[in-house]
């Protein structure tokens, strides 16, 4: 227990206090506190979907690190509002760790998922647009440093295509 109280007091001095939570409650989806990131649909433009943050990644990874926070903030106000017996002081203590275990399983879960579907689309998105295969696309990816859109230029780039030529007036 140590360990994750290291951690936690760690996790307090590096990384500043989570934004509120924006969402209602959704019985279907009770882990997430967050909105879900709204992509564009299949038709716009592989800039577009770049700049909308389409293939950044997952948000549910920090989400999941917030919830280190908020079980802290859940028990230290639990601790200094409990008025029950002591017996039960470590049952209802470990109900909460519980809770919030569970809520970073699912984000896990959900973030892993996510990063599948954006990794999938983005490689589909640049062959459908320049070209090439999965192989060079990720060969590429791993050893490029820099934003997305900087890597979709350099991989146009590299594919050496022809520069679109307007039609001639006549």
Do not use: C
């Amino acid at each position: 227990m140590s360990v994750i109280q290291d951690f936690l007091e760690w996790k307090a001095t590096y990384d500043p206090t989570p934004p509120k939570p924006n969402k209602t409650y959704n019985k279907f989806f009770w882990w997430r506190r967050y909105q879900e990131h709204k992509t564009l649909s299949k038709m716009a433009s592989i800039w577009d979907k770049a700049k909308n943050g389409d293939y950044d990644v997952s948000p549910y990874w920090k989400q999941r690190e917030w919830e280190f926070w908020f079980e802290e903030q859940e028990i230290k106000k639990f601790k200094t509002t409990y008025t029950g017996a002591m017996e039960n002081f470590g049952w209802a203590e470990r109900q909460i760790t519980k809770l919030y275990w569970e809520r970073r399983k699912r984000l896990l879960n959900d973030a892993e998922r996510d990063e599948l579907n954006r990794w999938t689309t983005f490689v589909k998105d640049v062959k459908n647009s320049f070209g090439g295969n999965e192989d060079q696309i990720k060969e590429m990816f791993e050893s490029f440093e820099g934003t997305i859109p900087e890597f979709l230029e350099a991989y146009k780039n590299s594919r050496n295509l022809p520069k679109i030529q307007p039609p001639p007036k006549f």
